[in-house]
């Protein structure tokens, strides 16, 4: 089912856009090795949407009366920085994937294959699985739930994994 989202106001999305001119520097070397071929002008953008994602489903989660954890915008250095869940609710772990409206194509959302969401699921793993920009809307799908597709590109194979929308979503939802 999809669940409604406001679009992001001017205050998150200047803290979003914020974040991401202030992390970009602080690790360039090791996104330049997680996203080859990416441009830093699109780098900062897919981490400005991704932050702008996280307050958006943050939000959503606060208007529906949940206790929810704030969107973390401390910039760590590598040696911190982790795959943690981006919200909290409860014992239920959220990570937000952002994927920006594209009318020529099925969302689709990349993943680290060394998460612990893909390689160890369990029933509080969670994934708000964003869709921005013309539509505001995102799908809640437990990880235990996801099937993992191959990328298209094979630069990103090793490091990457993609989920693909499924039609099942718009018609089931278990809730977190």
């Not at 970009?24 to 090791?30: I, S, V, Y």
């Not at 040696?79 to 969302?107: C, M, T, W």
């Not at 390689?119 to 509080?124: D, Q, R, V």
Request: proline share 4%; glycine share 2%; charged share 25%.
């Amino acid at each position: 089912m999809k669940r409604c989202l406001d679009s992001v106001s001017k205050k998150d999305s200047e803290l979003s856009i914020a974040f991401a001119d202030i992390v970009f520097p602080t690790n360039m070397d090791m996104y330049a090795t997680r996203h080859p071929g990416i441009t830093p002008r699109e780098l900062k953008r897919n981490l400005a949407v991704g932050k702008m994602a996280e307050y958006q489903v943050y939000r959503y989660f606060l208007r529906m009366g949940k206790a929810v954890s704030v969107p973390d915008v401390v910039v760590y250095d590598i040696e911190r920085k982790s795959n943690d869940p981006d919200l909290y609710i409860g014992e239920h772990k959220i990570q937000v994937k952002a994927f920006r409206y594209n009318s020529n194509f099925a969302p689709t959302w990349v993943v680290q294959k060394n998460d612990e969401i893909v390689t160890h699921p369990t029933e509080n793993d969670w994934y708000a699985l964003v869709v921005t920009g013309y539509k505001n809307y995102f799908y809640l799908v437990n990880a235990l739930d996801v099937v993992y597709d191959e990328m298209v590109r094979e630069d990103l194979r090793s490091t990457k994994t993609c989920i693909n929308w499924n039609s099942d979503w718009d018609n089931k939802q278990k809730a977190a």
